[in-house]
């Protein structure tokens, strides 16, 4: 059951890949809507597994979360590739990396502990809830690259 659950989550990954591949040339504030795009859909598809009542439910929230979040890797590293000077380039990953590190060694067992206080659906749907916060990050920068394009 697991190697068929993997199995659809891998083939919707290259699918969805691949037709983001095909469109690689995204322009910067095309790029950053595009993350800001799959931020929202891998929140919503982690709040739709935790309010999943059925298996069925689960697994379609799943295949649809876990290449959403395979797609969100490389576009993020294309725009801080494409953001950061060849200077700062390294650093920029490395505090991203961190900041990532960071995020799941302090979430990771604060939500465990509301999970086993309230019930896993709680703790998956404050994960959903959490990922928004990178929302604001991304408006951010859609406003910088709009008064940049004005300018």
Do not use: C, H, K
């Not at 891998?10 to 795009?37: D, K, N």
């Not at 891998?42 to 979360?65: D, E, H, K, N, Y």
């Not at 801080?80 to 960071?102: C, I, K, P, V, Y």
Request: net charge positive.
């Amino acid at each position: 059951t697991e190697a068929i659950i993997r199995a659809g989550a891998l083939l919707a990954s290259v699918g969805l890949l691949e037709a983001f591949q095909r469109r690689a040339r995204l322009s910067l504030r095309a790029l950053i809507g595009a993350l800001l795009a799959l931020q929202l859909a891998v929140s919503a598809a982690v709040l739709a597994f935790a309010a999943a009542s059925g298996f069925g439910g689960a697994l379609a929230a799943f295949w649809v979360m876990a290449p959403l979040r395979r797609l969100g890797e490389p576009l993020f590293q294309a725009w801080l590739n494409r953001w950061a000077s060849a200077r700062s380039r390294a650093t920029l990953f490395s505090l991203a990396g961190q900041a990532d590190a960071l995020g799941q060694i302090l979430g990771g067992p604060l939500l465990g502990w509301l999970a086993s206080r309230a019930s896993v659906a709680a703790g998956l749907a404050a994960a959903g809830l959490v990922l928004l916060g990178t929302v604001p990050f991304y408006l951010a920068a859609l406003r910088a690259r709009r008064g940049a394009a004005r300018s």
